[in-house]
């Protein structure tokens, strides 16, 4: 079966509809009182003119559009600001964390030449010229390039945390049972 959006266009509506964009009322006015989408209204106009119907409102280029809204965003009335007394304090900022290590180049190479226990970190160079720290490691990248490539682990969630996951979860469980009822 199909939706109310999926009817098609009758000569009347369309007839009604090419009345009321000359007319100057906007796409998504005109989707309202045909029980159409804004976007259903602005294709079938869009398609109507590709096929050469006499529209007399004239299709608005995009530079013109943009000129508008740019003329609106001009004369807008600037928001008034608080004042730095009434606002809160704000938070002192958070120290920038501590450059990484600098890391011994002596034993890069291309990473082609890369063996396994070596550092698989890019020093530089793009594509096959990349050349890559190869420091002797156990893992993946060596100790200060490791710091570099993996994050840091979360902090463990606290009993008050998780008291309140399961409380949360519990009241979702109930609104789902009271609808199912």
């Given at each position: 079966m199909r939706s109310v959006l999926d009817k098609?266009?009758?000569?009347e509506e369309f007839a009604a509809v090419a009345k009321l964009w000359d007319?100057?009322?906007s796409g998504a006015e005109i989707g309202r009182r045909f029980h159409r989408t804004r976007s259903g209204v602005i294709a079938k106009i869009t398609r109507m003119r590709a096929r050469g119907y006499p529209f007399k409102r004239a299709a608005v280029?995009?530079?013109?559009?943009?000129e508008k809204a740019k003329s609106q965003r001009d004369n807008r009335q600037p928001q008034r600001r608080m004042s730095t007394a009434l606002r809160r304090p704000s938070s002192p900022p958070k120290p920038l964390p501590e450059p990484p290590a600098i890391v011994d180049a002596t034993h890069a190479k291309p990473w082609g030449e890369r063996k396994a226990g070596e550092c698989a970190f890019p020093i530089s160079g793009d594509g096959e010229a990349t050349l890559s720290c190869c420091t002797p490691?156990?893992?993946r990248y060596c100790k200060a390039h490791a710091e570099i490539m993996y994050a840091p682990p979360k902090a463990p969630r606290t009993e008050?945390?998780?008291a309140g996951d399961v409380?949360?979860?519990l009241k979702a469980i109930q609104r789902f049972a009271a609808r199912a009822a």
């Open positions: 098609e266009w009758t000569d007319d100057g009322v280029p995009m530079a013109a559009r943009s490691t156990t893992a008050a945390q998780a409380r949360r979860q």
